[in-house]
């Protein structure tokens, strides 16, 4: 029996130890879980059903319910529509029943305008959305939208949003991959609508494994950098992590940083400003294995101060002052004026609309030496400035006429 006994123990420690090798169990998914589907007239009602229905297949298995996991639809139309909100249901069977009830609206298939409602209205913290957690996006398509989808999805990616896309017509390809969430090979989908239940259980596994909360998320996104977080996912003795860093419209060389296990976090400078890059962060680790995690920022356009001033129609009280506007894709919100005697004494501002790039400084003292700031302002909060220094002449004096001059000695007298 000793035998058997000794054996039975060693499989019962190697069995043990292949479960401490699979790390923890996965969390349970949590997080908010937006359905888009076209419900315009550019979808054929057979179409229409057919999304429909894998929708409410796709959703039916999920583990929904309060404080967990949550869904919504919102049409894509003339106007955006909410079917059903965040909350409203508390299991996969009521939302799949609840998106078969779903009817098509017709009219036009404006993408972009219900991106923006999603933000605003269902995303936003503002607009009641949970802090914290993770949210994902599925927007079925036929290809198409009437008007720009580009800058509201990337501001949904900007909240942290995950995107995925099913495309079910001839969409572009590339409009389609910078739409989805990086990299896209994982994220979109081409399928005829008669093959959708193909993709749902891929598309499925790929989404709960977004709603898991271990998230790559982005801050402080400036005109030449950003900053990354996550959460603990490894410790200084069980792995590191592998940063990269790669233009999005490129195949070159990717930057690469090496991490211990215990970092989370890294900021990347010296970028190109109003570009897109990929960013993929791979935990190693022969103890706990992580899947890699990826995201595509965009970095704010280059915001560039005025570029020269001018001073000009100088008086002893008041002057003008005049500057280059602003140049580069991120217009200024508006300037302000600031000035104030060079000596010392209260400075004063002046607040000049973005349409404008002159202004008069009006209340100041003759024979007196200036500096004069002209700062741009932009949405980012960030602002850019340029000073430059004029004077005001000395106040004119009133002088009493000259005498003629006395007659020369060669002058006739009398």
């Not at 949590?30 to 959703?59: I, K, N, P, T």
């Not at 890699?292 to 570029?307: D, I, K, N, S």
């Not at 005697?341 to 024979?367: E, F, I, K, M, Y």
């Not at 007196?368 to 106040?395: N, Q």
Request: aromatic share 6%; charged share 15%; glycine share 10%.
């Amino acid at each position: 029996m000793l035998p058997w006994t000794a054996l039975g123990l060693a499989l019962s420690l190697a069995l043990a130890r292949s479960g401490a090798e699979r790390g923890p169990p996965a969390s349970p998914p949590q997080g908010d879980l937006l359905f888009l589907l076209d419900s315009s007239a550019s979808v054929s009602h057979y179409e229409f059903s057919r999304v429909r229905e894998f929708l409410g297949q796709l959703a039916a298995p999920l583990p929904l319910g309060p404080g967990a996991l949550r869904a919504s639809l919102v049409h894509v139309s003339s106007q955006p529509h909410t079917e059903f909100p965040f909350g409203q249901h508390s299991s996969g069977a009521a939302v799949q029943d609840a998106i078969r009830a779903a009817t098509q609206l017709m009219g036009d298939t404006n993408t972009g305008a219900a991106l923006a409602y999603a933000k605003e209205q269902l995303f936003a913290e503002a607009a009641g959305a949970r802090p914290g957690v993770p949210k994902v996006l599925v927007w079925v398509t036929d290809g198409g939208s009437s008007d720009p989808i580009g800058p509201p999805m990337q501001e949904l990616k900007d909240l942290g949003v995950t995107v995925f896309i099913v495309s079910t017509g001839r969409g572009n390809l590339l409009a389609l991959s910078a739409a989805a969430s990086a990299p896209p090979e994982q994220h979109l989908h081409f399928v005829d609508v008669d093959d959708l239940r193909i993709i749902a259980p891929e598309l499925r596994s790929s989404i709960l494994d977004a709603l898991q909360p271990q998230q790559l998320r982005v801050s402080e996104v400036t005109s030449n950098g950003f900053r990354l977080a996550w959460p603990p996912l490894l410790s200084v003795d069980s792995g590191y992590y592998m940063l990269e860093l790669v233009r999005s419209a490129e195949s070159g060389t990717a930057r690469r940083q090496q991490l211990p296990g215990n970092a989370t976090g890294w900021a990347w400078a010296d970028l190109d400003p109003d570009t897109d890059y990929d960013v993929a962060l791979v935990p190693e680790s022969n103890i706990h294995p992580v899947r890699p995690q990826h995201l595509r920022v965009r970095t704010l356009p280059e915001e560039a101060g005025p570029q020269r001033i001018v001073i000009s129609h100088v008086r002893p009280r008041s002057l003008r002052v005049s500057w280059a506007p602003a140049l580069g894709p991120a217009a200024a919100l508006g300037y302000h004026v600031q000035f104030g005697p060079l000596r010392g004494g209260a400075a004063q501002r002046v607040d000049v609309p973005a349409g404008s790039n002159s202004t008069a400084l009006q209340g100041l003292a003759p024979g007196t030496a200036y500096l004069v700031t002209v700062t741009a302002a932009f949405r980012s909060g960030r602002e850019r400035a340029m000073s430059a220094k004029a004077c005001t002449p000395d106040s004119e004096r009133s002088r009493a006429p000259r005498p003629p001059p006395p007659p020369g000695p060669g002058g006739r007298g009398r």
